[in-house]
């Protein structure tokens, strides 16, 4: 692939039409060309817009990025000329009293040329593209693949413990998580994205392009990241009333660091010492939440292992899986994080060699977003639209569709919150 | 002065039997006959009054969907906004796409097709002008169906596009889908017959000696449009049934459980909404092809490639609806052929604003108000055309798709080209319809105040869209603004700011529309104000009725310009001949006789009125639905009855001499 094929095109386009126009500075043209090029160059710079397209952090988003620059230059020198042309056009011809014109119906040479010029910048458009789009589509060198499910208003992750997955990276049961999808550093992983309800779209604009999440198919969607570090995005087929609140990250982390991740998710549960507010918080989740949420470990007092049952509440049947909450830092489809404001800024804007090890400390007490979380415990369709209102649930027969207000009182609250803080 | 003649029905024949006055033998569906009262706009099948009509009840839904957008850009003004609710906001995006669309743009475009081709191609009136008020009213009554969901429950809240499952009824348990599938369904009604009538229209009744080749560019694009109608309506059509079943009958078109595929509806959505795309713009192309000639004293650079490039991309628009699908999970075989074909129609596109400015080049050029918004659409179209082929890089539109970027896009495309082109449209068309030419300078204010409204609205989105914005979002947060240059707080802050200097341009317009009417200080426009070029212009302002008293014999493109200029054999110069008076005086010495015009009739209003009924009955009361079912069987029976002429007195007496009518001619029947 050669980008620079459309550019020159441009600049035989660009000559012809200076030729014509036989009083036009041709420097005044360049120069607006430049300027048109670097506005746009800029746009590609800007800092801290977490979910930027023109910023790739690997290979996939970097092949479309190495596209679309060159198109976006070419696209932009086109207009310019468009723009002078009728600029001059508007200028020179204005009626200062000339006579009125001849009559010319048309030059052919002229317009047959005008038409071959576009022909060819988008046949030098069109050869890299088709490329591209193959070179995305390949999925024969895989190395971890990850189940990606959507559903109103939030994304599942979901490692099958088989194949490359237990081999390689000894993933030996299925890890069940939400919100943020971990992934190792220049590791080419396959999304296998589906639906459970209607049709989202996958979209971490660092890594790769998005992808529908579809009902009844399973779409494949390639990243890789090149640095460690958290990279945003966010549902982009509008799928109902939160789309705006379904969000997502993705976590690159170094090799070792994906390694200590793993064996902690993989690490069986310990329940709150007895007595503890925490340990009263466990009741309380056992009682309230885990009919839908699972976390997996919790047993009743009798020893035997509860298992939540989304399916009987939930439209999607399914809610997001807690078991290990506090590793992860964000909550309720990734709209809101767990951690307050300064330990969220260490997290984001650590070093590529410091970021491990700050994402694996998880959420700590000090370090907690009371508030948000609260909030949402305290009513959560108030802090995130949601069809929860027990009245109007004809149509599903008295299923949800994300969560319902739960009526906790606050100490339940309080001990709720102490005993998610123990789910690391 | 012509002669408006009944047809005489009793010319006796020896041995035959007398034939019956039908208006007398069917007393009770006698044709209303001719009033200068309101009540003759309801029964009217005149194309011009019909023309008028619609462009009224489009520019109330043009406030109506613009007052939608300002709610979403308030709402949109900063982080977390706080103006509606997520489920206000989904109806608000959902019914301003669909008012813009199927509203306005669309019946907007059919107000100045009804209007002015028939008069472009030197006919009285359309083929089927029953038809033709059958299709108003459809479209009226459809819209007001559709915005009635506004009062009763909640308007749709799917987007315009729709997207199954979240269409059904466990996604969307309020009525306001089903009033959204059944109010497209009546305005499709709409559509399809005014697409048939018009293509009868301009294949059948063009004045004598007018080939297609000579034909008013503006007519040209208006019979592509009427075939991509012709064949798009269907299928959204089909589609719409589809979910109607699915959503009042419980079928299973749509639903995954029962083995269905989701994919399906997008199919067929697009393969009707990017022909739609081309139904939505073609218009104004056709109306800037006449501006831009009229405005540089020179005949349109290329003509026939203007023609046949809106003819190809007429053709090519078939074959580029995955466009919008690249990131639903075709297979990259399909998403490269249509990534290809995109690119491929940027080509007949790319011609058009070549021949635009190469019109002008060499010209005369003039700047009223109809000029500026038609070179307005040029730069911005060319923007909007240019981000269309960034996206049509499938792999690069996997990063913009359902971003601001988009938005800003297909913006460019529709408000800076298509509506663009019809305010440039009812600039210069409206001293042929009113008499008045509206005001310059408040027109210059309306233009200038959209063209930095409507940048300032849509500009700042390409950013908002690159930096990773998506659609449809109810709020945008702080966490994900970015804090340089191109964060997402400042830009959206200025796209709202400049919403509401766009509505301001718009009220210029409507000042300007009051100011020209009421005051008493403008004066009656003179004939032929533009000094234009084509066939509409070779009439009365207004026209009469009956368009021209004598249908003039075509010999050149361009008509009316060859009749008032020729070029002199020694030194080439250009110089007028006659005046737009002279001309027109010269046509009228020799008017037509027996000219038979459409007379009203009650029924295309009343059939109509029926199809909201059966709808409003489809989604709450079966037995209503019967009652509208017997009304519309009904008033079809009374279609099929009337009679084809009106009263006697309806007519223009006999002239002087001429003995009465004698022909046996009947008015057309519609």
């Known amino acids: 692939m050669n980008p620079n094929d459309g550019m020159n095109d441009n600049l035989n386009d660009n000559q012809r039409h200076g030729d014509s126009v036989k009083k036009t500075p041709r420097r005044r043209l360049w120069a607006l060309a430049a300027t048109g090029a670097g506005l746009l160059a800029l746009a590609g710079c800007a800092k801290d817009a977490p979910q930027d397209t023109w910023q790739p952090a690997g290979p996939n988003a970097e092949q479309i990025d190495n596209l679309q620059q060159p198109v976006f230059l070419v696209a932009g020198i086109v207009g310019v000329i468009v723009f002078l042309a009728v600029g001059w056009a508007v200028f020179r011809y204005r009626d200062r009293g000339q006579g009125i014109p001849e009559q010319t119906h048309g030059k052919p040479v002229l317009e047959i040329t005008l038409t071959v010029i576009p022909v060819l910048i988008l046949i030098g458009v069109a050869i890299p593209t088709a490329s591209t789009i193959f070179d995305l589509a390949k999925t024969d060198d895989t190395e971890m693949i990850v189940n990606v499910t959507g559903q109103q208003w939030w994304w599942e992750y979901d490692y099958p413990a088989n194949g490359d997955n237990a081999d390689r990276y000894g993933i030996d049961a299925p890890i069940v998580t939400s919100g943020q999808l971990v992934i190792p550093e220049d590791t080419k992983v396959l999304l296998r994205v589906t639906s459970r309800d209607v049709i989202h779209s996958y979209w971490i604009p660092k890594l790769n392009g998005k992808k529908d999440s579809v009902p009844g198919r399973v779409h494949p969607l390639r990243i890789e990241g090149s640095q460690p570090g958290i990279y945003a995005g966010q549902c982009t087929e509008f799928c109902g009333l939160s789309h705006a609140y379904m969000r997502m990250e993705t976590v690159v982390l170094s090799r070792p660091d994906f390694d200590a991740w793993v064996a902690n998710q993989l690490s069986s549960y310990t329940p709150p010492a007895a007595g503890t507010l925490a340990a009263a918080g466990e009741s309380v989740f056992i009682s309230q939440c885990a009919r839908c949420h699972q976390v997996n470990g919790l047993a009743n007092a009798d020893g035997s292992l509860i298992v939540s049952a989304p399916e009987q509440y939930v439209v999607s049947g399914a809610a997001p899986n807690l078991t290990h909450l506090m590793t992860r830092n964000t909550f309720a489809g990734a709209s809101w994080d767990l951690l307050n404001s300064s330990c969220r800024d260490d997290v984001w804007n650590a070093t590529p060699e410091e970021f491990g090890a700050r994402y694996l400390a998880g959420v700590s007490e000090p370090c907690l977003n009371q508030k948000d979380l609260r909030e949402w415990l305290r009513n959560a369709p108030e802090k995130k639209p949601m069809y929860a209102d027990p009245t109007k649930l004809q149509e599903t027969d008295g299923k949800y569709r994300g969560m319902p207000a739960l009526g906790l009182t606050e100490d339940q609250i309080d001990a709720l919150v102490a005993y998610l803080l123990e789910l690391k | ?670």
């Open chain 2, 1 to 670: 002065m012509a002669i408006i003649e009944r047809p005489s029905a009793d010319v006796a024949v020896a041995g035959a039997p007398t034939v019956v006055k039908p208006s007398e033998a069917l007393g009770v569906f006698k044709r209303p006959a001719a009033t200068s009262s309101w009540k003759d706009w309801l029964v009217t099948v005149d194309h011009k009054k019909l023309g008028i009509m619609y462009g009224v009840a489009a520019f109330f839904f043009f406030i109506v969907g613009g007052l939608e957008a300002v709610l979403i850009r308030l709402q949109l003004m900063g982080p977390e906004g706080k103006v509606l609710s997520a489920d206000q906001y989904n109806q608000m995006f959902t019914m301003h796409a669909t008012t813009m669309v199927f509203l306005f743009v669309m019946p907007m475009a059919a107000a100045f097709a009804n209007y002015f081709v028939p008069l472009q191609i030197g006919a009285r009136d359309v083929a089927f002008p029953r038809i033709n008020a059958f299709g108003f009213w459809c479209f009226l009554f459809g819209g007001i169906f559709l915005n009635t969901s506004w009062f009763l429950g909640g308007a749709a809240d799917g987007g315009w596009f729709m997207y199954a499952p979240n269409s059904s009824t466990l996604f969307s348990p309020t009525h306001g889908i089903d009033f959204w599938v059944l109010g497209l369904q009546i305005t499709g009604i709409a559509s399809l017959t005014g697409s048939i009538n018009l293509i009868v229209t301009i294949l059948n009744m063009r004045a004598p000696g007018m080939k297609l080749m000579r034909m008013p560019i503006f007519t040209w694009m208006v019979l592509v449009v009427q075939f991509l109608l012709l064949f798009a309506i269907p299928v959204i059509t089909v589609a719409l049934f589809l979910l109607s079943f699915q959503r009042t009958f419980d079928a299973t078109f749509f639903d995954v459980a029962a083995g269905a595929d989701p994919l399906l509806w997008q199919h067929l959505f697009w393969i009707f909404g990017h022909p739609e795309v081309y139904i939505l713009i073609l218009p104004s192309f056709g109306i800037v092809s006449e501006i831009i000639p009229v405005f540089s004293k020179k005949p349109l650079f290329g003509y026939p490639i203007v023609a046949l490039s809106g003819a190809a991309i007429g053709f090519v628009g078939w074959g580029v609806w995955a466009h919008h699908m690249f990131s639903s999970g075709l297979g990259p075989v399909s998403v490269a052929v249509f990534s290809l074909s995109t690119m491929a129609i940027a080509v007949p596109t790319g011609v058009k604003i070549v021949n635009w400015v190469m019109t002008m080049w060499g010209g005369k050029l003039t700047f009223a108000t109809p000029m500026l918004f038609a070179i307005g659409l040029v730069v911005q179209f060319t923007i909007g055309g240019l981000s269309g082929v960034t996206h049509s890089v499938a792999p690069s539109d996997t990063q913009q798709t359902d971003t601001y970027y988009i938005v800003a896009h297909f913006h460019y495309v529709l408000f800076g080209g298509a509506i663009f082109g019809l305010f440039a449209g009812f600039y210069y068309w409206w001293p042929k319809m009113f008499r008045r030419q509206l005001n310059e300078t408040l027109g210059k204010w309306n233009f200038w105040l959209m063209v930095v409204g409507m940048n300032m609205t849509f500009g700042p989105m390409h950013i908002l869209g690159l930096q990773g914005q998506p659609r449809r979002m109810q709020v945008w947060t702080e966490a994900r603004a970015g804090e340089g240059f191109f964060n997402l707080g400042f830009w959206n802050f200025i796209a709202s700011t400049g919403s509401l200097i766009l509505s301001l341009g718009i009220l210029f317009f409507i000042i300007n529309v009051v100011y020209t009417h009421k005051s008493k200080k403008v004066a009656i426009a003179p004939l032929d104000p533009w000094d234009a070029r084509s066939l509409e212009w070779m009439t009365s302002n207004p026209p009469v009725e009956h368009n021209f008293d004598s249908i003039p014999n075509v010999d050149h493109l361009d008509e009316f310009f060859h009749r008032k200029y020729e070029q002199d054999a020694n030194t080439h110069e250009i110089k007028q001949v006659a005046t737009a008076e002279e001309v027109l005086a010269d046509m009228n010495a020799h008017p037509d006789e027996h000219i038979h015009m459409p007379s009203r009739s009650y029924w295309p209003i009343l059939v109509a009125l029926a199809l909201p009924i059966i709808c409003y009955g489809l989604i709450y009361n079966r037995l209503l639905m019967a009652v509208g079912a017997a009304f519309l069987l009904l008033t079809m029976f009374g279609w099929a009855m009337e009679p084809a002429t009106a009263p006697d007195d309806d007519f223009d007496p006999p002239a002087p001499g001429e003995g009465g009518g004698t022909t046996k001619e009947l008015a057309p029947l519609g």
